[in-house]
């Protein structure tokens, strides 16, 4: 007997400790992921992992068109030229109606509707991630020299997955224009950890894009739909118009922030949905729970935990 269960610890210390376990999909989480988009009509791509690499996914690796997401790259560019000196937060651009295009989502234009007005580069920034003003957005791209330059920035930065060509405004006037602007919610995940673990911009900037990303409340139904109040959720968002044959888009990705600060990054994105805007977002609002109640249910320290358990494991066997 003594010998049977000393073997039973070793086994269990392996299990615990071998790198898959701790380190690939997990399968309690696996699961749920895998129940809540099984039968779906949608195109769903699901990535989820902890900053200890625990993680589900589901068509990670596929590429999805990220519409209003695009402005998370773009905001992450923006910034870095500002630390590198290339504009100052304050500097001022004259917005016109050639800027301020109509039938299109943009708070800027509501704003300045009376006429040509000054406005500085934080405000185009805040409008263009917080509420996600699509003039705002196209008016970045025209400083950074176009939406490709975006994706050699992203691809600066060693990530794989990210494909930008096209402006808000080619979006508009084209459905198909959306697949220009894809990314991989693999890539997104990496893009979300390194701005999360404060590799890409200055302590100011990082701070200020952490803001305007934390107190977005764009897509309300998504992500932080089931989310606890309080609850710390940095996130872009990004739909598309409804086309009654090709469906909708309907996107969120961000960092969930648990009770005891461990990140976890989330992104989803859902294409050719045949559902309403509203019916698609409880998708991403179901996973985003599952997320939540799987990481929130770990101990801070999975491996001092799984320690603890093969200790007790031989105490009782002494």
Not at 62 to 69: D, E, G, I, L, R
Not at 92 to 109: A, I, K
Not at 129 to 150: I, K, Q, T, W, Y
Not at 244 to 256: A, F, L, R, S, Y
Request: glycine residues 8%; charged residues 20%; aromatic residues 8%.
């Amino acid at each position: 007997m003594m010998k049977k269960n000393l073997f039973r610890c070793l086994f269990a210390f392996f299990v615990l400790f071998s790198p898959f376990s701790l380190l690939h999909a997990t399968p309690g989480l696996q699961e749920r992921i895998n129940a809540i988009v099984q039968g779906q009509s949608a195109d769903i791509g699901v990535a989820i992992k902890s900053g200890s690499g625990q993680g589900a996914s589901f068509q990670a690796d596929k590429a999805f068109p990220m519409q209003s997401v695009v402005k998370f790259p773009l905001a992450l560019a923006v910034l870095d030229a500002v630390d590198k000196g290339r504009w100052h937060l304050d500097d001022t651009f004259l917005l016109t109606g050639l800027e301020l295009l109509p039938d299109t989502h943009s708070p800027l234009r509501e704003k300045y509707a009376d006429g040509p007005a000054q406005v500085t580069l934080r405000e185009i920034l805040t409008d263009t991630v917080s509420h996600s003003d699509n003039n705002g957005c196209d008016m970045l791209f025209r400083l950074l020299g176009g939406p490709e330059a975006v994706e050699r920035y992203v691809k600066g930065l060693g990530i794989e997955g990210f494909r930008i060509r096209a402006t808000e405004e080619e979006m508009q006037r084209s459905w198909d224009a959306q697949f220009a602007n894809t990314a991989t919610p693999a890539a997104a995940n990496r893009l979300l950890r390194l701005f999360q673990q404060k590799k890409l911009l200055s302590a100011s900037s990082h701070e200020l894009l952490w803001a305007m990303m934390r107190d977005s409340m764009t897509g309300p139904g998504r992500l932080r739909e089931p989310l606890p109040a309080g609850t710390v959720l940095v996130h872009k968002t990004g739909t598309g118009d409804t086309s009654p044959v090709k469906g909708t888009t309907v996107n969120d990705i961000g960092i969930i922030l648990l009770p005891d600060g461990r990140p976890v990054f989330i992104s989803v994105f859902i294409t050719h949905a045949p559902d309403s805007i509203m019916d698609t977002e409880k998708t991403i609002a179901s996973l985003s729970q599952a997320a939540w109640e799987y990481y929130s249910a770990l101990p801070r320290n999975p491996l001092a935990a799984a320690q603890h358990g093969v200790r007790e494991l031989f105490r009782l066997n002494d």
